[in-house]
């Protein structure tokens, strides 16, 4: 039952009124996530979305639809539920959501814009690499150019996104490569931040497998900072871009507006890299 559900959102949005809208994952195949192994996917009824935004504060400024990938009910049922949010919350002023490159392609620009009209403000979206090869491995369901066509489609849309990247994810010996392939990506496409997540292995994932058969090898710490400082040095954002390294799961915390912080940025990166 979703009512006892373990909710996940990002660390922004920790004093946002949460709604759920999905449970489980409807793609639930990602080789290195254990999130949601355990919860069949499904989506809420209507009539309990309804019921939560009935009961809400009627001066609520901030909704995060929660689940994994709460886009994928489809263009009508998410204009209706963003409908349904003005109707209960009429000073809610920013709907934010996950969503991944396989919903987000579900939708025409023309969607997305109305989706954003309607108040969807903001995605988070787990772009993870911008290695083809890493994305196979991690069995992410999209390619780099996937991502690419998706993301500029939100650009075109006006849609605000934020794009999650993990390092580490490539394996002992390949973090630099994968840092400049993942920098490629993101310089062809405008995003207000990007999030690094530090790669960890879980109990239950497919990755947990490779581990323990030797067919990945983990990077050390002293090389995945070093991905961190080869991606940013190859960022080049077409406007002001925020990198965040603070969520939980990173070895180091650092956060800057790139280009303009990047000496400070890879500076506090020297201090923790090993010679």
Do not use: W
């Not at 080789?31 to 935004?53: G, N, Q, T, V, W």
Request: proline share 3%; aromatic share 10%.
């Amino acid at each position: 039952m979703y009512k006892n559900d373990t909710i996940y959102y990002p660390q922004d949005e920790m004093t946002t009124v949460l709604l759920p809208v999905t449970s489980g994952c409807i793609y639930n195949k990602c080789a290195f996530c254990s999130m949601y192994k355990d919860y069949k996917y499904r989506e809420i009824p209507f009539s309990d979305m309804e019921m939560h935004l009935m009961n809400g504060y009627k001066y609520t400024e901030k909704i995060f639809l929660t689940g994994a990938d709460p886009l994928s009910i489809g263009f009508e049922k998410m204009k209706r539920l963003l409908e349904m949010i003005h109707e209960y919350l009429p000073y809610c002023a920013r709907v934010a959501s996950y969503a991944s490159i396989r919903s987000i392609s579900m939708y025409s620009a023309g969607e997305l814009s109305l989706l954003h009209n309607s108040g969807l403000r903001l995605l988070y979206i787990g772009f993870e690499t911008g290695s083809d090869d890493v994305l196979e491995l991690m069995n992410k369901g999209h390619t780099a150019d996937q991502a690419i066509r998706q993301a500029k489609k939100l650009n075109e849309a006006k849609l605000a996104f934020n794009t999650i990247v993990m390092y580490g994810m490539a394996g002992k010996g390949k973090s630099a490569a994968n840092a400049i392939e993942t920098a490629k990506m993101i310089n062809r496409f405008e995003t207000n931040k990007v999030i690094t997540m530090n790669l960890n292995v879980f109990d239950g994932t497919e990755l947990n497998e490779m581990v323990k058969r030797g067919d990945f090898i983990l990077a050390k710490a002293n090389e995945r900072l070093l991905e961190i400082r080869t991606l940013l040095e190859n960022l080049e954002p077409r406007r002001p871009m925020l990198f965040d390294t603070t969520h939980p799961t990173n070895i180091i915390m650092i956060k800057g507006m790139l280009p303009q912080n990047r000496e400070r940025l890879i500076e506090e990166l020297h201090k923790s890299i090993k010679a």
